[in-house]
Each structure stands twice: as structure tokens, then as C-alpha cells.
């Protein structure tokens, strides 16, 4: 992992509504480059709504919020263009194959096609799924769509990548297998930000912060945290913000 | 620029992949034009006529055999009571009653006058117009060799000083189908781009692909194009296929310039795909696509003249046919086709087309967010 002390996001007092419900409440927090960022919270914390802003899919109500060095009011369009964003939903097309998938997304991100091809190449070796490029992702397990998702989000070697609950029903020699793509990632210099409900996955993270009812009630290292909470590990940890 | 050839050919990869894709595009204009053209005519072909001759005289066979043998009769029912005549009209067996009364030949021959009463049913306002008018004909004609008949004078010009002979341009004819084909091409040719261009994407909204969409960092213009093209390839593809079929099967005339038509037609999908974008921006499932586009169309389609005249409706109706695109469409296509306008006589439609079309597809442009 590559120490930085340079911030790559900067969220200062970010305060999201929708109506009278205030999903985020003066989230303040900093994200350093090639950090591995863990965003935690139960169900309708406010991850989602968060993550949403962090990637210029929604407007906030009020604060500072910077992306890779891009404000998300003015420079919404260069903010994606450096990042990379893998939702909760499924986001690939199931009516295409593998290869269709990632030719489409390249080039949207306005990739040359000789490097796509050859990425596209390198990417299925290492994905060991060369015997399947032309199968529709219809036809895949689960496991094996989010590992190509993942893939197809880094592409274009964004400085950022969001994850929005990556390994949410998958196996736990996938999830396994999901985590080493996410440091290999954040060994080339990638920024993963990452929401998880796995507690395990936590102390994979480099720095972990805690949501509850919309604002942020834990933020540091996992040992940090825990020291913090007297907890032994994580769930203890989670459990006691959580109540 | 490029971004634009990935997304059309992704577009067309998911069109020909989906199995129930062809079928719709090849099999939906065969069907609807086959069917529809055979059914949607005004012509009337089988008059059911009730006969009551309380006359029996050979003027009166005549007059009954004149309906006889003209092709558009069906005399299904003869007897001296009118009741009897009256119960199979309400029974909807018959469309006209015919009553001859009692000493019709010798009145027509002592006085040179007499009546005969035609009853016809007028719950269908055209039809019954059209069977009087009908009638009528067959009973002046009747009436034209009676006079010659009784007054043993050979000519007829001498009764008819103005002889009057009926030429129908454009469709000398008067073949319904040829007149209603180019106006059930429009439909076919609307519905296929409207409801697809619609329904793509809040396919991609329900499936979520859109939101990974938008995080890209893709031009609003960009996509809107790459989404709206293949839909206007696939909607002149389907009106080059209908004009095919139309000129194999119902020897539809072609008289205009078919470069005009399908200029006029990628104006024209430009409103209506505009339309379908639009309604895809304030829907977020397929099912409000689906009613919201119906009440159009089916609105549309009525107020569009396929089979009214427009000039008919009352002025408010027709300021509203200032927004209704298949108006334009309907009209122009049947100028170009069956009259062979050139660029010069559909211009009013072409320039308003633009301008709506341009209003179309910016307000769709405008409404479209790049936001989850």
C-alpha cells in the first residue's frame, strides 16, 4: 500500500436532505491517496446516499465536497472522469458478454481500441476467465460478475474507486478472492473506497469510519477503534456505535 | 465522436440479441399492414336489403332486380309486412328496408310519379350516408331507362342536356386500400420508434445500468444520440419494408420521389423519437411507459385524419393537430406517395416538423439528468 499523506477526498460539513430526512449530517471526513477507505453503517445509515455525492450521481444540500482535486458542484464531469464506481445494483449488461462489457465500457471512457484490446487480454489471464469471454453475463455466477464488474470499474485507471457493497451475497472464498483484487488495485495506486456490511472486511480497511442515522460516530484505523471502544475486535465495535 | 460508435454498437449487439426484437420488426408491419388494410375500409360491399313489393308488378321487379345484380346488394329477406322488415332491423340482419307501395307501376305510368321509402338503420352515420347514396344511384338509374322506356324516346342525351362524367384523381379507383396504407405505415412506423426508444432506456433504469452510465464521465448529447440513432435506422428500415410490401402486395402507386419521403421521415422521427426520450425521462418503469404512450397515440392517432378528413374537425380540434405529429406525417405521406408532391408543397409540414422536432428533442435533452 502506498502512504500518502496527500488527500484525495475532502468532505467537509456535507449535509444531504431529502425533505425533512436528513440522511447525512455534517459528514466531515479525508480520504489520502491509495488509501483503502472503509465505509461502514447498518442498513440506511447513509452510505449509500454518501457515495452517490462522492460520485457525482447526486447533488448535496450544503458543504465542501472534493473529489481527486475537483469540486462535485462545478466539476462533476472531471470528477468522473477519475474515478471508477461499482453500485449495489448489478451494472453490467446481461445481454452482453464478458468482452462486449468491458469493449463498451472502455470505450466510454474514451479509451483508444488497441488498449483496450490489449487490456482487455491482460485483464482476462489474470481474471483466469479467457474460456468465458464470449458467455453473456446472464449466464455467470454471481461471484464471477462482481469480480468482472470490479475489473470493468478500474479500466480506466481512475485515482478513485467507489464500491458500494462489492461482495453483498457472495461466497466467502469469493469475497476472499474480491479483496485481493482490492489491494492488488490499491498497490497500483488506486484509492478504493469501499462500504461493507462484513465486519471482517473491516479490518482488511486501512482506515474505517462508522456511520449511524446519518452522521459519522467512528473514524480511524481498526486498532485505532478498537482501543477507542475497548472492543476486541470490529463487530463489538460496530455494535456498541450501532446501539 | 467515438464514444458515440460504442454506445450504437452496443445498442444494435442487445436489438439483434433480443429474441423477440426481429419478429417485432419483421413480422408486427406484415401483420398490421395485411390485416388492417383489409379491415379499416370505409367501402361498403354487402348491403343486406329487406324487400317489401306490395305492388308485384314488373316495374317493380325491375327495380328490385336493378338491386339484385348490382354487387353491392344482398337482398336477404322478402315479405308484405313491414313489421316482419322492421324485427330484422332491429335484429341487425338488415341495413336497408325497401318498401314498394301499392300501385306504384300504375302511377308511374298514369302520372309519370310515384314514392318509393327506403328505411335505412342509422346508428353508423357514414355507412347509413353511404347506403342512401348508394340507393339513390341505383333508383335513378332506374328511373332514367324507365323515362326512356315509357316515352319510347331513343336518346337519352335528350333527357340529360348535361351529361356529367366523373374523373378521381390520384386514385381513379377510388381504392380504399391505396388511400389507407401509407396511413397505417405511419402508425407502424411511429409506434416501433416511440415505444423502443422509450422503453430502452427504462429498461436501463430498472436494470441499473443507467446509474453506472451516468457515473461516466459521457456527454448528455453523446448518449442521447447513440441511444436515439438506432432507433431511426430501425424505424426507415421498417417504412422501406412496409413500402415493400405495399408495393408488392396492394400495388400501391409510388409516384413521388422516395428520397423526399424518407427525408421527410428522418425529420419526422426526429419529433417522435424526441417524444419517446421525453417520456422515458419522466417514467421510471415500463409500465408507465406503456400508458403514458398509449394516451398519446391513441389521441394522436384518431385526431391524425387516417380516417377523417381533418378539415372536418371542429377549429379547436385542429389547432390541436398543430402539436400532433402524425398529421403531418399522414398527410405528407399520401401527397408524396399517391400525388407525387414535391419538396416545394410539403414545406409547410417540413419547416413546422423542424422546428417541433428541434423543441422535442432539447426539451427531452434538458430534462435528461445525468443523476441516479
Given amino acids: ?243 | 465522436m467515438r464514444k458515440i460508435k460504442y454506445i450504437l454498437q452496443k445498442e444494435f449487439i442487445q436489438v439483434f440479441r433480443d429474441k423477440t426484437m426481429l419478429p417485432m420488426i419483421l413480422g408486427v408491419p406484415i401483420i398490421q399492414l395485411v390485416i388492417l388494410v383489409h379491415a379499416a375500409t370505409l367501402e361498403m360491399k354487402s348491403i343486406d336489403m329487406y324487400v317489401i313489393d306490395k305492388d308485384l308488378s314488373s316495374m317493380s321487379h325491375k327495380l328490385i332486380n336493378k338491386f339484385d345484380g348490382s354487387p353491392f346488394y344482398n337482398i336477404n329477406g322478402v315479405s308484405f309486412s313491414l313489421d316482419k322488415a322492421l324485427e330484422t332491423l332491429e335484429k341487425n340482419k338488415t341495413d336497408v328496408i325497401v318498401q314498394i307501395p301499392y300501385g306504384f307501376e300504375r302511377d308511374l305510368i298514369r302520372e309519370n310519379e310515384t314514392e318509393v321509402q327506403l328505411l335505412i338503420d342509422g346508428i353508423n352515420g357514414t355507412t347509413a350516408s353511404l347506403i342512401n347514396a348508394y340507393s339513390s344511384a341505383v333508383i335513378s338509374g332506374f328511373n332514367r331507362n324507365i323515362m326512356v322506356d315509357l316515352t319510347q324516346m331513343p336518346s337519352v342525351a335528350n333527357l340529360e342536356p348535361i351529361n356529367i362524367e366523373t374523373t378521381y384523381w390520384y386514385n381513379p379507383e377510388l381504392n380504399y386500400k391505396i388511400y389507407m396504407l401509407p396511413g397505417i405505415l405511419v402508425i407502424l412506423v411511429t409506434m416501433i420508434s416511440m415505444f423502443l426508444t422509450a422503453m430502452n432506456i427504462v429498461r436501463e433504469k430498472e436494470v441499473g445500468t443507467i446509474e453506472q452510465l451516468n457515473v461516466t464521465p459521457i456527454k448528455k448529447f453523446e448518449f442521447i444520440v447513440g441511444k436515439l440513432l438506432p432507433f431511426m435506422v430501425i424505424a426507415l428500415f421498417e417504412l422501406a419494408f412496409g413500402l415493400a410490401i405495399g408495393k408488392f402486395f396492394f400495388h400501391i402507386p409510388i409516384v413521388g420521389s422516395l428520397g423526399l419521403l424518407f427525408g421527410f421521415t428522418v425529420v419526422y422521427l426526429m419529433v417522435v423519437l424526441g417524444i419517446g426520450l421525453f417520456i422515458s425521462t419522466i417514467s421510471s418503469t415500463q409500465q408507465q411507459v406503456m400508458f403514458i404512450a398509449f394516451f398519446f397515440m391513441l389521441v394522436f392517432i384518431l385526431m391524425s385524419g387516417i380516417f377523417t378528413a381533418t378539415e372536418s374537425m371542429p377549429p379547436w380540434a385542429q389547432k390541436v393537430n398543430i402539436i400532433n405529429p402524425f398529421y403531418y406525417f399522414m398527410r405528407v405521406i399520401r401527397m408524396i406517395l399517391l400525388k407525387g408532391s414535391g419538396f416545394r408543397d410539403i414545406s409547410y409540414e417540413f419547416f413546422s416538423l423542424l422546428i417541433y422536432g428541434t423543441i422535442m428533442l432539447s426539451l427531452a435533452v434538458w430534462k435528461y439528468r445525468k443523476v441516479a
Fill in chain 1, 1 to 243: 500500500m502506498i502512504k500518502s499523506t496527500e488527500n484525495i477526498i475532502e468532505v467537509k460539513d456535507l449535509v444531504k436532505k431529502f425533505g425533512d430526512f436528513v440522511a447525512n449530517d455534517h459528514l466531515t471526513f479525508e480520504v489520502k491517496k491509495g488509501e483503502i477507505f472503509g465505509f461502514l453503517g447498518a442498513n440506511g445509515a447513509g452510505k449509500t446516499t454518501a457515495i452517490k455525492i462522492l460520485s457525482g450521481l447526486s447533488y448535496p444540500t450544503s458543504g465542501e465536497v472534493n473529489v481527486a482535486g475537483y469540486d462535485v458542484y462545478k466539476e462533476r464531469e472531471k470528477v468522473k472522469k477519475n474515478i471508477g464506481y461499482m453500485s449495489q445494483k448489478f451494472s453490467l449488461y446481461e445481454d452482453l458478454t464478458v468482452k462486449e462489457n468491458i469493449r463498451f465500457y472502455g470505450g466510454i471512457y474514451g479509451l483508444s481500441n488497441k488498449y483496450i484490446k490489449e487490456k482487455t487480454e491482460s485483464l482476462l489471464d489474470r481474471l483466469k476467465m479467457r474460456d468465458i469471454q464470449n458467455s453473456l453475463i446472464s449466464s455467470l455466477p454471481l461471484g464471477w460478475k462482481q469480480k468482472i464488474a470490479f475489473s470493468v470499474a478500474i479500466f480506466h485507471s481512475p485515482k478513485i474507486v467507489f464500491l458500494d457493497e462489492p461482495t453483498g451475497g457472495v461466497d466467502p472464498i469469493t469475497r476472499r478472492d474480491f479483496w485481493e483484487m482490492i489491494y492488488e488495485a490499491s498497490h497500483e495506486g488506486i484509492t478504493v473506497f469501499v462500504t461493507t456490511h462484513y465486519m471482517d472486511e473491516a479490518e482488511y480497511c486501512g482506515r474505517v469510519s462508522i456511520m449511524d442515522r446519518g452522521s459519522i460516530e467512528g473514524l480511524g484505523t481498526p486498532v485505532e477503534l478498537k482501543g477507542q471502544f475497548n472492543a476486541q475486535n470490529m463487530d463489538e465495535v460496530f455494535l456498541k456505535i450501532a446501539r
